[in-house]
């Protein structure tokens, strides 16, 4: 029997290997080996929670999809899609200080790993840029656009919650520098409720967007408040005087009048806002001072000022000067004179006042802007000093007072004495 076996033995051999030669050949012949390229390959992350859990943030630089080439017989690599590409990249074993994790590729299809085929990928690691993960909370801002209906303005927005905190790499956060909350006004009339997702934006105002990031909420609930307009007057009233030798020369607004909004009953009621002359005090004063008011803390609760709330109010205290004018008595203007009666004035046609105010003020009174007048109403023949009532171009005043003498005389005593 052994003798059987052996006999021939090197032509059974030989007898094999030829056979695997020709089954090789014929398998190549009617089914080669192929290899084929998938590309944009997404590779899937493993156990990220060894990252997650030690509070690293974690983005992939480089590798996130790749091409793999797969090799084998033609049969079945025809058959092969992309969705039958697998590749993996464990994170279980990296730390804060890794760069780069090994990238694994396999087919599968049906569930099953294709056996008789070798993929490779072209690229061989992930590189991955970790960071600590922190979180920051963020005040909410509002944001509109549009316009609201002609005569109507925004006069407040409340949002709802007034905060966001926000989770994601270090780098990331610190380049956040507003989270918004956008309302379209456009033609609105009445207030405006609702929902609006929060946007992140850096300290120029571009979105900021990365797949790090997590928000406490993704948006807010708002409360718009929409009321009529109405355009009043700011008067700023003062008291007190000077100190002695300086005079108030003039108060000069940064705006004379203010857009308030509210409902129709709310806003009817104000026809001005007045800074009262408690808060404008300039007793003493010998030099300029300013002031800034809040515009809405002379308004009710219930109205807004929805132009520029801050009043500039800039008190302008000079060094008296005086200044005499030579007055003509012609010029006096003579009210309630009997018909009966004659005037004369006696002594000189002319007299002296003395005005006090600011230097660029007197410097621009004369005699022709100045205006007199004496009430001689009830006065009979007779000689009198009347008071001289003098009325003087803004910004001076009168020192002291003036009389001049007079002499009345009966119309028909001087017809008669002359016939």
């Given at each position: 029997m052994k003798e059987k076996i052996f006999k021939n033995f090197t032509l059974k051999i030989l007898s094999i290997i030829v056979a695997m030669i020709l089954w090789t050949v014929i398998v190549n012949i009617y089914d080669p080996s192929t290899s084929y390229t998938f590309s944009n390959v997404t590779v899937t992350l493993l156990n990220t929670e060894n990252l997650t859990d030690k509070n690293y943030s974690y983005e992939v630089v480089e590798?996130?999809?790749?091409?793999?080439s797969v090799s084998g017989p033609k049969s079945i690599i025809t058959d092969i899609t992309a969705s039958d590409i697998v590749a993996t990249a464990d994170l279980s074993n990296v730390t804060a200080y890794s760069d780069y994790v090994d990238i694994k590729?396999?087919?599968?299809?049906?569930?099953?790993?294709?056996?008789?085929?070798?993929?490779?990928?072209?690229?061989?690691?992930?590189?991955?840029?970790?960071?600590?993960?922190?979180t920051t909370t963020f005040t909410l801002e509002s944001q509109t656009t549009g316009d609201v209906a002609s005569g109507y303005a925004l006069s407040n927005v409340t949002l709802s919650p007034t905060s966001v905190d926000v989770t994601g790499a270090s780098s990331v956060i610190?380049?956040?520098?507003?989270?918004?909350?956008?309302?379209?006004?456009?033609?609105?009339?009445?207030?405006?409720?609702?929902?609006?997702?929060?946007?992140?934006y850096d300290e120029d105002y571009n979105v900021v967007t990365d797949d790090t990031i997590e928000l406490s909420q993704a948006s807010a609930s708002y409360s718009a408040d929409i009321g009529k307009t109405k355009v009043v007057p700011i008067i700023v009233e003062?008291?007190?005087t000077p100190?002695?030798?300086?005079?108030?020369?003039?108060?000069?607004?940064?705006q004379s009048e203010a857009t308030i909004a509210g409902s129709s009953e709310d806003i009817e009621g104000v026809d001005a806002i007045v800074i009262?002359?408690?808060?404008?005090?300039?007793?003493?004063?010998?030099?300029?001072?300013?002031?800034?008011?809040?515009?809405?803390?002379?308004?009710?609760n219930d109205v807004t000022i929805i132009s520029d709330g801050t009043l500039i109010v800039t008190v302008d205290i000079e060094p008296q000067e005086s200044k005499v004018i030579t007055m003509d008595k012609s010029a006096i203007v003579v009210k309630g004179l009997s018909d009966d009666l004659s005037l004369t004035y006696s002594d000189s046609d002319t007299f002296d006042i003395t005005i006090t105010g600011a230097g660029e003020v007197l410097n621009s009174v004369s005699a022709s802007n100045i205006a007199m007048s004496i009430?001689?109403?009830?006065y009979q023949e007779g000689t009198?000093?009347?008071a001289v009532t003098i009325t003087l171009p803004t910004g001076c005043s009168l020192q002291g007072s003036y009389t001049v003498s007079i002499s009345l005389k009966s119309d028909t005593e001087a017809t008669t004495a002359s016939g």
């Open positions: 590798g996130s999809k790749i091409s793999v590729v396999s087919v599968v299809k049906n569930g099953s790993v294709v056996e008789g085929v070798e993929a490779t990928p072209k690229t061989t690691a992930i590189k991955l840029s970790i960071e600590n993960r922190t610190e380049s956040i520098a507003h989270a918004v909350v956008s309302i379209d006004l456009t033609d609105a009339s009445s207030n405006l409720t609702g929902d609006s997702a929060i946007t992140l003062t008291t007190g100190a002695t030798g300086y005079i108030l020369a003039g108060v000069t607004q940064n009262p002359s408690a808060n404008l005090n300039i007793e003493g004063f010998s030099n300029n001072r300013e002031y800034k008011f809040n515009l809405s803390n002379y308004v009710s009430d001689l109403s009830g009198y000093s009347v």
